[in-house]
C-alpha cells in the first residue's frame, strides 16, 4: 500500500504481466513469428537460385546471406512493436504506469527478441547447413546470432517508436536503422567467416556482447523517450 | 552571457541579427574561396605522382570535413532541443540536414573523380569511403523522418532524439567498418596516410576550408531564416517582416 492508498504491482510483476501479455498476443497470431522466419528460408533459397549452386561459392557467401536475411527478418517485424498499441491505446497505460518507462523498454524488446529473433537464430544453422557453411561455423553462427539480435531488437525499437504513430512507417523504419545495424552485421558475419576459416572468433563475440551492453543501457532510453514524443 | 543565448534563441531577434551579418559571411566565403580555389587550381605545385588530379583536394578535404562536421551540430542542435526546447534550435537543423547531406555528396563524388585515374576505379570498399557513405545514409534518413511527421513539434523531437542516437553510433560504425576493411581485403592505399606534403601544397587548403565553412554558414543561416518565417508566419513580427520585404503597407 502506498500513502495515496493505490497498490502498486512490484516491477518485477509489472514486467511479468507485460511481458505474458506480449507472448500471449503473439500466440494466438503465430503469423508474427512465422513470418519473419518464412522470410529468411526464401531469402536464402534465393541465392543458391541467383548467384550459384556451387557448394564451395556458396559457402563463401553463407555468413553474409544469413545475416543479412535474419537483420531484414527482424526488421520487418520490428514495424509492429508499437504501431497496435499505440492505435489501440495500450501505449498510454504504459506510459502512465508507476514504473520506469525503461524497464518496460525493455521488456518489449525482450519480448520481441524472444518471438522473432531467438526462432532465427535457433533455425539458422539449418540454413548454414543448405549453403553448405562448414560444420565448424555452425556454433559461431548460432553464438552470434544470439548476442547480436537483440542489438537490433533494441536500436530497431527506437526506429519503431519514432514511428509509432506515422502511418506506412515501413521503407522509412528502414532508412533511419539500417545504418545503425552496419556495426551488428561487420562483427556478426565477420566472427562466422572467421570461424569459417578456422580463426578464433571470440573478439568478435566479445565486441557484439560490448555492443549489446552498450545497447541495453542507453536505447531504452531513446525508445521511451521517442514513445513520449509520440504521444505528446 | 545567459541574457545573449537568451536572445539568440528567439526568432525575431535572430531574424534581424543574420540579417546584418549574411552579407559579411557570404563576401567574406566568397573571397575565401575565390583566393584558395585559385591558388589551389593555378598555383600551387602539382603531386609528382598524381599530376593535376592532386587538385580536387582543395575541394574534397574540406567538404569532407563539413560532411561530418554537420552532423555534429545536428546532434549538438537536437541535444538543445531536447533538454531546453529552443525551437530556433530545430529550425537550425531542419536548415542543416540537407546541406549537411549535399557536402557528404560533394566529398563522394570528387572523392570518385579522383579515385579513378588515382586508384583506377570510381569506387572501392575502402573503410573512410563506405563510412561516409553510410554518413550519407544517415542523412537520408534524417530528412526522411522530418519529412514523414506532420506535426512540427514532434518531428523536431523525433529528429533530435535521431541525431543524437545517430551521433553516438557514428564511432562504433567508423571504427567497425574499418575493422571489417583490414579483416576482408588489406588496404592497398590509404586516405590517411598521406605523404609528407610541402608547405605550398596544403596551404590553400586553409582559404578552402575556411571558405567553404563560411559558405555552409552562409547557405544554412540563409535557410534557417526563410524557415524561421514559414513557421512563424502567423506572428505578428514574421508578418511585419513579410510585409516589409514584399512592400505591402503593413497590413498586420
Known amino acids: 500500500m502506498q500513502a495515496d492508498g493505490m497498490v502498486r504491482p512490484s516491477l518485477t510483476r509489472a514486467l511479468g504481466a507485460q511481458l505474458r501479455r506480449d507472448l500471449l498476443l503473439v500466440f494466438r497470431h503465430p503469423q508474427d513469428v512465422v513470418n519473419p522466419l518464412a522470410f529468411l528460408v526464401m531469402v536464402t533459397t534465393l541465392f543458391p537460385l541467383a548467384v550459384t549452386p556451387e557448394p564451395s561459392r556458396l559457402a563463401e557467401i553463407a555468413p553474409g546471406v544469413i545475416w ?130 578456422g580463426l578464433d572468433y571470440s573478439g568478435q563475440l566479445a565486441i557484439l556482447g560490448a555492443l549489446l551492453a552498450l545497447a541495453v543501457t542507453l536505447s531504452p532510453f531513446a525508445t521511451g523517450a521517442a514513445l513520449r514524443i509520440t504521444l505528446s | ?113 579522383w579515385g579513378k585515374p588515382t586508384w583506377g576505379t570510381y569506387w572501392e570498399w575502402d573503410a573512410r569511403l563506405t563510412s561516409v557513405l553510410i554518413l550519407l545514409f544517415l542523412y537520408v534518413g534524417m530528412i526522411a523522418l522530418r519529412a514523414a511527421i506532420r506535426e512540427a513539434e514532434a518531428a523536431a523531437r523525433a529528429c533530435a532524439i535521431l541525431a543524437v542516437v545517430g551521433m553516438v553510433n557514428i564511432p562504433i560504425i567508423k571504427y567497425s567498418v574499418e575493422w571489417w576493411n583490414t579483416l576482408h581485403q588489406p588496404a592497398s592505399f590509404s586516405v590517411t596516410e598521406k605523404p609528407a606534403m610541402p608547405p605550398e601544397m596544403w596551404l590553400p587548403l586553409l582559404p578552402c576550408l575556411f571558405g567553404l565553412y563560411l559558405f555552409f554558414f552562409y547557405v544554412v543561416l540563409q535557410r534557417t531564416r526563410t524557415t524561421a518565417l514559414r513557421r512563424e508566419r502567423r506572428k505578428q513580427w514574421a508578418r511585419a517582416e513579410i510585409c516589409r520585404q514584399l512592400e505591402v503597407p503593413g497590413a498586420v
Open chain 1, 68 to 197: 543479412v536475411g535474419a537483420l531484414l527478418a527482424t526488421l520487418l517485424s520490428l514495424d509492429n512493436l508499437f504501431r497496435g498499441d499505440a492505435d489501440d491505446g495500450s501505449l498510454e497505460l504504459l506510459l502512465l504506469a508507476p514504473h520506469a518507462l525503461y524497464f518496460l523498454v525493455l521488456g518489449r524488446a525482450l519480448a520481441h527478441w524472444l518471438t522473432v529473433a531467438l526462432p532465427l537464430a535457433v533455425c539458422a544453422p539449418l540454413l548454414g547447413y543448405l549453403l553448405s557453411l562448414a560444420p565448424a561455423a555452425m556454433g559461431a553462427l548460432f553464438l552470434a546470432l544470439l548476442i547480436g539480435t537483440p542489438i537490433l531488437s533494441l536500436v530497431g525499437a527506437i526506429g519503431a517508436a519514432l514511428l509509432a504513430g506515422v502511418q506506412r512507417g515501413g521503407v522509412l523504419l528502414f532508412l533511419l536503422v539500417l545504418p545503425l545495424f552496419v556495426p551488428v552485421l561487420v562483427f556478426g558475419a565477420g566472427a562466422v567467416s572467421a570461424a569459417q576459416q
Open chain 2, 1 to 113: 552571457m545567459w541574457n545573449w543565448l537568451h536572445k539568440l534563441g528567439s526568432p525575431p531577434w535572430f531574424y534581424r541579427m543574420t540579417g546584418n551579418w549574411l552579407p559579411w559571411i557570404g563576401a567574406a566565403a566568397a573571397l575565401l574561396l575565390g583566393v584558395g580555389v585559385t591558388w589551389g587550381l593555378l598555383f600551387a605545385p602539382q603531386d609528382y605522382q598524381q599530376g593535376h588530379t592532386v587538385r580536387i583536394m582543395y575541394i574534397h578535404v574540406p567538404a569532407a570535413i563539413l560532411a561530418q562536421s554537420a552532423y555534429m551540430m545536428l546532434a549538438g542542435a537536437g541535444i538543445v532541443v531536447l533538454v531546453w526546447r529552443v525551437r530556433l534550435a530545430d529550425m537550425f537543423a531542419e536548415a542543416c540536414a540537407p546541406v549537411g547531406a549535399s557536402m557528404t555528396l560533394v566529398a563522394l563524388f570528387t572523392g570518385s573523380i
